[in-house]
């Protein structure tokens, strides 16, 4: 079980999902549904409120920063 807290929203892409948060960016394998896995993360998101992602990237709406875009193709 993998546990964030501060976790704002939520964007899920086929058998990955991808949270933002009051710092990070976290990115989950969510193939076996009851254990999903950690593959990656992102720390120096500043206060992340919403994601989209499309195009293998991920658009992070920061409430101070402006938006962050990070590249999740790799």
């Known amino acids: 079980m993998v546990k964030e807290s501060n976790s704002f929203d939520i964007a ?3 058998n990955m999902a991808y ?3 009051t ?3 976290v990115v989950l394998d969510i193939a076996d549904k ?3 896995q950690k593959v990656a993360e992102e720390w120096g998101i500043k206060k992340g409120l919403e994601i989209t992602v499309d195009s293998g990237f991920a658009y992070i709406a920061g409430q101070t920063n402006g938006v962050y875009v990070a590249d999740i193709t790799s």
């Open 19 to 21: 949270m933002v948060g």
């Open 23 to 25: 710092d990070k960016l």
């Open 12 to 14: 899920i892409v086929g």
């Open 34 to 36: 009851s254990n999903p």
